[in-house]
């Protein structure tokens, strides 16, 4: 989940409150607050990822006063301008979506532009998806000639010195060498064109998602005017980041100049507000009582939505930045928040149809073999995420690899379990013998046959004491098989892991299901093991298809 | 007077009951130790081992007849020159037995011994007053005298003796020798003597008005023979402590998964199952997360490989598609869909569920009309997270997962079934919600519990988005349907409840562990 840190004090004095006597507020916009005094920080935990204007200061604290009855107003307003951006058709399949506003005359101090630094930042990182979805790029008003264009380049046509660097590069070795480059070149892999913003002087811009140039793109203390440009493979994604910058800068007071978009004709986006109707029915239905016409408009005005009726509907207008707002499931989600979770009065009304429950035909053999399993052995829980090691000194096929592993001790899943047994009887020397260990669990195996899967059901055994012998095995499991009312029968059998001589197929019904036998000290060595060891498996799914 | 009395029979109930308890060696070691003998003579009288009779009298102890007293002592004994010396003489014998043969010598004529233990010798010779040196030559002076045994052989010969009990001309001998290189040395013992109790004498005197042995083990032969009718039984030491011994057990942690099963099959759940390998689709796209979602990477999900084949029917892959396309505005790839991963949530099960049973939900929807449950459904899911594993963090755990299937259902609804659960498995006095985010509910509630002062979220629940039951049940689908979800981080309520601070611990290695935790 997305995190900010901020100077503690300075938000509290921006958003006007107390924070920690208003946790209930935050928690209302699922905002974790975490504080520490001591080094004067505060650090906000978004849980809504589809909530990124909530990043914004300018924002939270309008949505906080909203929660707390108070209204805040925008003190600029969304202009057009005449100036506008070419849009090359040929980006359709590279990063077609572009959006960019301009503000003037802004007061930019160090913090301010920090602060601006840290949003950018974030939104593109995290709301972005590492800029694949959306990037944004801050310019200098001033040192760019209009029309802008955006193009898709050839790699090697075109040159710029980059930010930070002081040579001229081509857009090729910027991936190649600059820091950004490698960082982000996973985005424009495969395309033979990368995008390209270039100004009417072919002074250029930015290669987006990239990196900005040295010349117009570089924001300082300096710099009056500002350029804010998003790029980005998602419409949505792109629409709702203008709204978010543009709303910061009309909070603080700085009128917004909407730059048109020209594909064929010039078109201004406008970040309309978001309207969602919501049937009355629904919204009493969920809340589990009538809610008032005048109830419904307290409650959304707690989260700065409008509401106007029409018959058996309720119209809601919210912010534009409420790209969350999809259906009208999450209009209701919004006045259950206003009016308090803990408001309700919990309801059983339902609960006194009586049903009857079951359990899964997996859970009722396993609570058959575990109850007779435990009357002589103890059980274990080894997980089915394994490492490859524990299969391979155990001399069974390795199992299906996992492509992201985080440590070679969980990086396949277990074909068998005995293996895993063995592995826990190594971490086990001074532990007083006997020792009876079994354990029911899943293995994976690649089988095509079997639908969802490869997945079978397996009952392991493992005994270790300095005298045990085949025999042992071979009573414990006709002990099981007795009580089950199973008959079955050994059949001679070869096998990597067992002694030769020692080592039987567990047949039921001419069919195979298992195997039992006495470990080979080969691989008891490769455990460090010194004791005899038997052990048996059987593949359960048999009795799955009889219960 | 009556005080005496009842003390007096108390005194030979407890004489006779110490009787009974004795064994036949304990019985056999008493009969000395009434007599006060030191532990090596009852080893010389009993050809018992030492370790035998010392075993005995702990039990001769622990029945309250004598008491055991460890006293540390001091053995003098030989050390490596003192075992050569008695074996071959003492430096000043063979400087004696030299000069027996040549009358007089010269210091560097005597090959025999080493420079140190010829001055060690001529020292001692000096102090008896046996030879005399002059002019570099020694001489013997009274030959008589020289021929008879030192005391310091005659010490060395007796040893080992105790430091403390030696006479006042041993001990000068044996601080003689100690100053010389490694002829004896002290070891440091314990040694076991006893007070005898005066109930001992009692008890001894009362062995003999048992006439027949007692019958220590119960045996086929004695019942068979009827023998018992005329012997009377060993009493037995009950108090005294056996050796421990481990069975079959249950494991703590599935076996209080079992229990919450239990616990669930009370009121009415069905339990879900499905594979552990599932697909993209119905984790992640069937439940409305869109395949941009941060989830879906490969920090968050395992991701295999593997040659295994998960159906996705045409018609509910359409409608999927259809509302991610729609809502999220993006182009969804089939391709991703179809990516096999190790199920990172339990709620793909749910989603399954859903879909397998749309049919029958849509009879139940067409009859609805008033608020009803059609059916609740749960299961705990062993799920996989390539998390880095830690105290508070495993890669592999179950998440304990639930829906309920009605019509017209309420978040009050919810919030109550949440509150009963939660407290029922957890003992929590307190359920606490805030509102949460999930991709696939909204309304969305997090779910925490207070105890001993201290908040600990325990889980999440919802209703389901319509865009997750739509495309699932489709041409079924009827407005009015509501799913109440449910997800609890069952392993923190394990911990919470064995009172355990390591998550780890529930996959434990360690079989001492699970052989002494409480079930």
Redesign the interface.
């Known amino acids: 989940m997305p995190t900010l840190t901020f100077n503690f004090r300075e938000v509290e004095r921006y958003l006007g409150l107390k924070i920690e006597k208003n946790l209930h507020v935050f928690e209302k916009l699922k905002i974790e607050v975490d504080i520490d005094k001591k080094n004067n920080q505060v650090r906000f935990e978004f849980k809504d990822v589809n909530r990124p204007e909530l990043f914004i200061v300018e924002i939270l604290a309008k949505e906080i006063k909203a929660m707390l009855g108070k209204k805040i107003k925008d003190r600029g307003k969304i202009k057009t301008s005449e100036f506008f951006i070419e849009v090359d058709k040929k980006l359709k399949y590279i990063r077609p979506y572009i959006l960019a506003f301009y503000v003037k005359n802004v007061k930019i101090n160090e913090e301010f532009l920090s602060y601006l630094i840290q949003i950018q930042e974030i939104l593109a990182e995290n709301y972005g998806r590492k800029r694949k979805i959306a990037s944004i790029g801050l310019y200098d008003f001033d040192k760019v000639k209009w029309p802008i264009r955006y193009i898709a380049a050839d790699p090697e046509a075109y040159k710029f010195v980059p930010l930070g660097m002081h040579e001229s590069l081509t857009l090729r070795q910027i991936l190649k060498k600059h820091e950004k480059g490698i960082k982000y070149a996973y985005i424009l892999e495969g395309f033979k064109k990368y995008p390209l913003l270039i100004d009417s002087s072919k002074n250029i811009l930015s290669f987006p998602p990239i990196i900005n140039s040295d010349y117009s793109g570089k924001v300082t203390t300096e710099t009056k005017n500002i350029i804010v440009e998003i790029t980005g493979i998602n419409e949505v994604f792109v629409n709702h980041i203008f709204t978010i910058l543009s709303s910061l800068f009309l909070a603080r007071g700085y009128d917004v100049y909407v730059v048109g978009i020209k594909k064929k004709k010039v078109n201004y986006y406008k970040g309309e507000e978001k309207v969602k109707e919501v049937d009355l029915r629904k919204i009493n239905n969920i809340f589990g009582f009538e809610v008032s016409k005048k109830m419904i408009e307290n409650l959304a005005s707690k989260f700065l939505a409008k509401v106007s009726f029409k018959k058996d509907k309720a119209i809601f207008v919210y912010p534009s930045y409420r790209y969350d707002i999809m259906s009208e499931r999450d209009v209701i989600e919004d006045l259950l928040i206003a009016y308090g979770y803990d408001n309700f009065k919990p309801s059983f009304d339902y609960l006194e149809y009586s049903q009857k429950g079951y359990l899964s035909k997996k859970h009722t053999i396993y609570r058959k073999i575990a109850s007779l399993m435990n009357s002589f052995a103890e059980e274990v829980n080894t997980g089915i995420l394994t490492g490859k090691e524990v299969l391979v000194n155990a001399k069974v096929d390795k199992g299906i690899s996992v492509l992201n592993p985080i440590s070679k001790n969980y990086d396949c899943l277990r074909s068998f379990i005995f293996p895993n047994l063995l592995d826990l009887l190594s971490y086990n020397k001074n532990v007083q013998m006997p020792i009876k260990l079994f354990e029911i669990g899943e293995v994976i195996k690649e089988n095509k046959n079997v639908e969802s899967g490869a997945e079978s059901l397996h009952l392991a055994y493992l005994a270790c004491s300095h005298n045990i012998t085949f025999t042992n095995a071979k009573q414990d499991l006709e002990f099981l098989f007795r009580n089950l009312g199973i008959n079955f029968e050994l059949e001679e059998y070869q096998h990597n892991s067992f002694i030769e001589g020692r080592v039987a197929k567990i047949m039921v019904d001419k069919n195979y299901v298992g195997f039992i036998g006495e470990i080979r000290p080969s691989v008891l060595e490769a455990f460090h093991i010194f004791y005899p060891v038997v052990v048996f498996e059987i593949d359960l799914n048999f009795l799955l298809n009889e219960e | 007077m009556i005080n005496i009395k009842i003390g007096k029979k108390m005194k030979e109930k407890e004489v006779e009951k110490i009787a009974y308890s004795l064994s036949e060696r304990e019985k056999e070691i008493l009969k000395h130790v009434v007599k006060e003998e030191p532990l090596n003579k009852i080893v010389q009288l009993t050809n018992l081992d030492e370790t035998t009779i010392k075993k005995a009298m702990l039990f001769l102890e622990n029945k309250k007849i004598i008491k055991i007293k460890y006293k540390p002592i001091e053995i003098v004994d030989l050390d490596k020159n003192g075992i050569v010396y008695l074996k071959n003489g003492l430096p000043e014998r063979i400087l004696v037995n030299i000069l027996m043969e040549k009358e007089e010598t010269s210091l560097s004529e005597i090959k025999e011994l080493n420079k140190q233990e010829i001055n060690a010798a001529i020292g001692e010779l000096k102090k008896l007053d046996l030879v005399e040196i002059e002019e570099g030559k020694i001489k013997i002076k009274n030959k008589k005298e020289a021929i008879k045994k030192f005391p310091q052989e005659k010490f060395l010969e007796e040893l080992p003796k105790e430091k403390d009990k030696l006479s006042k001309e041993e001990t000068q001998i044996m601080e003689g020798l100690l100053k010389r290189k490694d002829i004896l040395k002290i070891d440091k013992k314990t040694e076991i003597d006893y007070e005898v109790l005066p109930i001992a004498l009692e008890v001894y005197k009362y062995l003999s008005h048992i006439k027949q042995p007692l019958i220590e083990t119960l045996t086929p032969e004695i019942l068979k023979s009827k023998s018992w009718k005329k012997r009377k039984f060993k009493y037995y030491d009950v108090k005294s402590k056996v050796p ?1 011994v ?6 703590f ?2 076996y209080f998964l ?1 229990r919450v ?1 239990e616990k ?15 697909n993209e689709f119905w984790n992640f796209d069937a439940l409305f997360q869109p395949q ?3 989830a879906r990477e ?2 968050d999900t ?10 996705i029917p045409k018609d509910v892959l359409d409608r999927v598609k259809k509302i991610h396309e729609e ?4 182009h969804w790839s089939e391709e991703k869909a179809r990516n096999l991963i ?1 199920r990172p949530q339990g709620t793909v099960l749910s989603a399954l569920t859903l879909y397998k049973n749309s049919k029958r939900i849509g009879e139940f929807l067409k009859n609805a009309k008033e ?3 059609f ?2 459904y749960f ?1 705990i899911a ?1 799920v ?1 997270r ?4 830690d105290a508070s963090h495993l ?2 755990f179950n998440q304990l997962e639930g829906i309920i299937i ?1 019509y ?6 919810l ?3 949440l ?2 659960l939660t407290k029922e498995i957890s003992n929590a006095k307190e359920v606490i ?5 999930f991709p696939f509910t ?4 997090e779910i925490s519990i207070k105890q001993n002062n201290k908040i600990l979220e325990v889980g999440g629940a919802g ?1 389901f ?3 997750v039951v739509k495309p699932l049940l489709g041409e079924y689908y009827k407005e ?1 349907l ?1 799913v109440l979800a449910w997800g609890l981080g069952i392993d923190r309520l394990v911990l919470t409840k064995y009172n355990l601070s390591d998550i780890r611990l ?2 434990t ?4 562990f ?2 002494d935790i409480k079930i």
Not at chain 2, 265 to 277: A, D, H, R, S, V
Not at chain 2, 327 to 330: L, V
Not at chain 2, 509 to 512: D, Y
């Open positions: 421990k481990y069975y079959g057990k249950r494991h942690y599935l079992d099963r669930l099959l009370q009121y009415g759940f069905k339990e879900m199952e499905n594979g552990l390998i599932v941009h979602h941060m490969w920090s395992y991701y295999i490989k593997a040659d295994i084949f998960i159906d809502k999220w505005k993006y190790l608020k009803t449950v059916e609740k299961s062993r996989f390539p998390d880095v594993i890669t592999e009605g017209n259902l309420s978040f009050s609804n919030l109550a079934w509150e009963q919600f805030k509102p949460d985010y909204e309304p969305s509630v209703i988005r319509e865009e009015g509501i529930l996959f290695k360690n079989l001492q699970l052989r």
